[in-house]
T-cell receptor, first 114, second 112 residues
Framework: AAGVIQSPRHLIKEKRETATLKCYPI?????VYWYQQGPGQDPQFLIS???????DKGSIPDRFSAQQFSDYHSELNMSSLELGDSALYFC?????????????FGNGTRLTVT | KNEVEQSPQNLTAQEGEFITINCSYS?????LHWLQQHPGGGIVSLFM???GKKKHGRLIATINIQEKHSSLHITASHPRDSAVYIC??????????????FGTGTLLAVQP
């Protein structure tokens, strides 16, 4: 069965550069969540989308933006990268924001900022 | 105080032992997830619970909504079970969506 696909798996950028992370949800899933997990840290919620509209916002820096496209894939755009942005970024998808819809996670994109 | 707390934080077991990881939460929830994360790896959802008990292979998850408590049990543990196990709750925060709040995780090491 198709899973949540994230690309790239690994990304190395320098300070002040930009990065774009992509998340392809499971087919027919209309809700995408983005999380950031720093080294040794708990995952932190960044932002979520439902039906191509932003549905909730967490601790996402102003330097970051995200959107969900008509095919439901989502992109996280990160600008003016800082060393502290080095983390594992993973997304999850579900069918609607329904309370009983299982959440499926991608394998994550490991971003290293040097 | 964290909204989702797990215990123990670290657990070392011998192969074959029965393992229990506990999760307590303080917020109203619609569902609870047990997740597994291998070192440097992505997250795999093991269970999603809103009531009762679920079993998958050697894994069993239970939840008591009234007591706001859930447990993950691993029977006949194996070294390949070594990973971080995370309890995450889908909570209500007054908005239109539910947010997933993660517990601090339990690092399990199963020794042969």
């Amino acid at each position: 069965a198709a899973g949540v696909i994230q690309s790239p798996r690994h990304l190395i950028k320098e300070k002040r550069e930009t990065a774009t992370l992509k998340c392809y949800p499971i087919p027919r899933h209309d809700t995408v969540y983005w999380y950031q997990q720093g080294p040794g840290q708990d995952p932190q919620f960044l932002i979520s989308f439902y039906e191509k509209m932003q549905s909730d916002k967490g601790s996402i820096p102003d330097r970051f933006s995200a959107q969900q496209f008509s095919d439901y894939h989502s992109e996280l755009n990160m600008s003016s990268l800082e060393l502290g942005d080095s983390a594992l970024y993973f997304c999850a998808s579900s069918l609607s924001q329904g309370t009983h819809s299982p959440l499926h996670f991608g394998n994550g994109t490991r971003l290293t900022v040097t | 105080k964290n909204e989702v707390e797990q215990s123990p934080q670290n657990l070392t077991a011998q192969e074959g032992e029965f393992i229990t990881i506990n999760c307590s939460y303080s917020v109203g929830i619609s569902a609870l997830h047990w997740l597994q994360q291998h070192p440097g790896g992505g997250i795999v959802s093991l269970f999603m619970l809103s009531s009762g008990k679920k079993k998958h292979g050697r894994l069993i998850a239970t939840i008591n909504i009234q007591e706001k408590h859930s447990s993950l049990h691993i029977t006949a543990s194996h070294p390949r079970d070594s990973a971080v196990y995370i309890c995450a709750v889908l909570g209500y925060f007054g908005g239109a969506t539910n947010k997933l709040i993660f517990g601090t995780g339990t690092l399990l090491a199963v020794q042969p």
